[in-house]
């Protein structure tokens, strides 16, 4: 597999978009590359496997460069960068993009090949039309659930990398290796104090959080020589710091540190530690609720004393 230098365009080609394609079982596709280029990669995406390369081209001749030989027989190149491919089958959907062949890299919008209602109602066989409408919406919000939380995390290690050095490069599958974490609930109250702990045996760490639909936020690194972290915003100073070299602890918890956590470690290859969903208990939603009210009640007290010393016969009704 080719290393590629990791820049800080990696992480603006990530946001692309997705478009959907129609087509039927059997039926030949042709999906677009968007990049001016003469040489691509094209890659499959099929959650929850890892992606995979498929071929690449190659300006000097119309043969590609196959990664697997069996995909002569489904695939071919058109135009030098658009991905031709024959005889659809279960097999071939999925998310599809390419990607340049040189330094930065740069990914195409993502085209998500699917069947039509049609061809996917024949195979539902002994189910009802509602039974597998109903089936294959649910498929869907899967499938979008699961490829937006990998997105997410392929982020995270790029921001990472590119913040620890321009310099250094390492090879795809390991993001894909590090990125698949558990997740673990923990609880809090309103105004408390908490410590996330980092289960990585590491000296240095950063911590990253995630609040979707927001890109992750790196907060800080841990350096080992030095009790006080380096944050990358000084405004986390006043809420975040390290226990113990690698632990983060929160002081007065609002709204606003809700999310993902995650620490990493800061050389390569990457590896991220099971995230930490950090939200409020029932009696702290309830409670914010009761402060929420409690503002509007006080709103209408001083709008109808306004209104009183104004005119006493004009009152607001509650």
Known sequence: ???????????????????????????????????????????????????????????????????????????????????????????????????????PPKLSNSTRLHFTESTQLTECHNHTVVECIDQIQKQWQIIIIISGLMIGLLLIVLIVSLIQSSAKEFILNDVLICCRAAVSDQLTDLGSNVTINCDLDE???????????????????????????????????????????????????????????YCMNTHTPPKLSNSTRLHFTVFAIEKTDMLEKHIDDADLLQTRVTYQLQDPNKMPSQ
Not at 9 to 30: F, K
Not at 216 to 244: A, D, E, G, H, W
């Open 1 to 103: 597999m080719k290393i590629i230098q990791l820049q800080l365009y990696v992480l603006i080609c990530c946001r692309a978009a997705v478009s959907d394609q129609l087509t039927d079982l059997g039926s030949n596709v042709t999906i677009n590359c968007d990049l001016d280029e003469n040489e691509v990669y094209w890659i499959l995406l099929k959650t929850p496997d890892p992606p995979t390369v498929i071929l690449q081209s190659i300006s000097t001749t119309p043969s590609p460069f196959y990664f697997n030989t069996t995909f002569r027989k489904k695939y071919s190149v058109q135009f030098k960068r658009h991905l031709f491919i024959n005889n659809v089958t279960d097999d071939e959907l999925g998310v599809y993009y390419c990607m340049n062949t040189h330094t």
């Open 203 to 261: 000296n240095e760490v950063y911590w990253i959080l995630l609040k979707t639909p927001d890109p992750p936020t790196v907060i800080l690194q841990s350096i080992s020589t030095t009790p006080s972290p380096f944050y990358f915003n000084t405004t986390f100073r006043k809420k975040y710091s390290v226990q113990f070299k690698r632990h983060l602890f929160i002081n007065n918890v609002t709204s606003d540190e809700l999310g993902v956590y």
